[in-house]
């Protein structure tokens, strides 16, 4: 139940397209929702998050979609570049609780 | 914005021998910390969330014995492997969250890369 569902595993997009991840989780209690872009050899880092009373979020490019009846969020990353070329870690956590990643999408943005 | 570093960024160890690694919040007071480990291309899997002052508390199948996790004050944590073997190889991730604001937020320091031979 803690478990966090992530795909594609991985996602191959043209420059300037839509980049389309998609997470699902269980555990109702989960109340925040981040996504994290990691590049090789570097540390995660928040690239957006959402929480479950609100349906979307964006920011810049970068837009969130929460479903919280199908307990299913994704991220859409407009306008794509090869600078978003990258591994993206959706995740959950539960208030001050530890925070649950999904397995990773990466994504590559060819010219 | 709330800033985590690690050192050292990478170390190549011999076998047997024990690896410090340091894990700092360098504009904010860092209540608890959390300590990853991530083998190549695969997610971040936590192995223990330390607490200032208190003892670490450690994931299922992680070993406390071999992964000693100090954190002494609101800005420091440090991780310990001992006894490292090449199985031990990987890179460590720690993160770091505040008293209060953004109550699940959780900033990452850059990593450190343990290679042992």
């Known amino acids: 139940q803690q478990q966090v569902k992530q795909s594609p595993q991985s996602l191959i997009v043209q420059k300037g397209g839509i980049s389309i991840i998609n997470c699902a989780y269980e555990n109702t209690a989960f109340d925040y929702f981040p996504w994290y872009q990691q590049f090789p050899g570097k540390g995660p880092a928040l690239l957006i998050a959402i929480r479950p009373d609100v349906s979307e979020k964006k920011e810049g490019r970068f837009t969130i979609s929460f479903n919280k009846s199908a307990k299913q969020f994704s991220l859409h990353i407009m306008d794509s570049q090869p600078g978003d070329s990258a591994t993206y870690f959706c995740?959950?956590?539960?208030?001050?609780?530890?925070?649950?990643f999904g397995p990773g999408t990466s994504l590559s943005v060819i010219p | 914005g709330a800033v985590v570093s690690q050192h050292p960024s990478w170390v190549i160890c011999k076998s047997g021998t024990s690896v410090k690694i340091e894990c700092r919040s360098l504009?904010?007071?860092?209540?608890?910390m959390f300590w990853y480990r991530q083998f190549p291309k695969q997610s971040l899997m936590l192995m223990a969330t330390s607490n200032e002052g208190s003892k670490a508390t450690y994931e299922q199948g992680v070993e406390k014995d071999k992964f000693l996790i100090n954190h002494a004050s609101l800005t420091l944590s440090t991780l310990t492997v001992t006894s490292a073997h090449p199985e031990d190889s990987s890179f460590y991730i720690c993160?770091?969250?505040?008293?209060?604001?953004?109550?699940?937020?959780?900033?990452f320091g850059p990593g450190t890369r343990l290679t042992v031979l």
């Open positions: 504009d904010f007071q860092a209540t608890t």
């Open positions: 993160s770091a969250r505040g008293h209060s604001g953004r109550a699940n937020e959780q900033f």
């Open positions: 995740a959950a956590s539960n208030r001050r609780d530890k925070v649950i």
